[in-house]
């Protein structure tokens, strides 16, 4: 009986415990829906503001387009340039990086004034997806400020930004990001700006991160959907991986190895866009290494393809080889058994495996005995042929 109560009570208890992580959960999802409806009103208002605001405003993206596409009319200029010898390539890459500058430099000065609307509620949104609703307030509120703590180190981010040299992985976040402006699909235009959010992470950075990745590529995607339900606002979407980068980059350079927290990050991601959407500086090269970005990722691509292609398929022989004639490779064939009555020595000559039953005669010293011939062959010396 007392062993009854015993289990009866022991079952209370996990009851009760069980109750009480239900009740977390539920505490969790509210959380996480309190979070959903504040992004929402924040999408909400940011599409409203660009509808009623801008709606006159908006007409830099065919401009962008157009811009981009003269931009990297370049690549076909200067592609005998780019397959000459090592030295010779400098002075390309040199006449490449002053053009992308140039670009970059035009398209901020034409779009000064608007993205500077854009970044007013884009800064907040971003910050409140990342790091949460204290996050989106911190951003609101003491967004100058707290520009001010990170002047120096987004300063430093965006002068090596626009020459730093790009890793393949950070072009083809470049890649991705122009992807994400170009197409019509709002999900397929949140799924590539994720992506281009992991690549335009280094490895280092990424792994000290790691947890905050979830946040980053949400916040990302939640920024993405909202300018890109405006076809005038989708150009800014090329701008996410250098946003991104510069972020997790001063984070990183923050922390001095310590943990960083969600909130931490959201703020640092919100004051980023808020300074790449306003300074002139960012603006450039942030879209001059857009543009290095997509036109390096395009070359690789067409090198590498170009190589796979000739090792797969070697160029044919154009003239006959003199002398030469088709000839059929000899077939050797290895029997597959030996007869019965033959075996192999280690020699490898065969000897005969049957014996019989022989009598030796008696000598002088050497009794008679009986002996079986055919079990072993011993080779015929000299002396027994005498």
Known sequence: MSQMNAEFEFESELEDEFEDEFEFEDE???????????????????????EDEFEDEFEFEDEFEDELEDELEFEDEFEDEFELEWEDEGEALFGWVKKAAKAGWRWAKKNKGLLKKIAKKAAPLIATAVGGPAAGAVARAVTSQLEGELEYELEAEFEDMATAPLSPNETLSEYLAAGAAATDSE??????????????????????????????????????????????????IRLVPSIVGAATRTVVAQSGGRPVSRADVGAVVG?????????????????????RGVVTHRRRKATATTK?????YPAARTTARTGASVGRRPVR?????MPRTMSRSRTGRPYPTRASAARTPRRSTV????????????????????
């Open 271 to 291: 004051a980023t866009t808020r300074k790449v959407l306003t300074s002139p500086r960012a603006q450039a090269a942030a879209a001059q290494r857009h543009v």
């Open 308 to 312: 796979a292609v000739t090792r797969a």
């Open 187 to 236: 999900s397929e235009a949140a799924a590539l700006a994720g992506s281009a959010t992991t690549l335009a992470i280094s490895e280092r950075d990424r792994l000290y991160l790691e947890a905050m990745l979830p946040h980053l590529v949400r916040g990302v995607s939640v920024l993405t959907r909202a300018l890109h339900r405006n076809p005038q606002t989708r150009p800014v």
């Open 28 to 50: 969790f999802e509210d959380e996480f829906e309190a979070e959903d409806e504040l992004e929402g009103e924040y999408e909400d208002e940011f599409e409203a503001e660009l």
């Open 367 to 386: 009794p008679a005995r009986a002996t079986r011939t055919g079990a072993t062959r011993r080779p015929v010396t000299a002396s027994r042929r005498r």
């Open 333 to 337: 064939r290895t029997p597959t058994s």
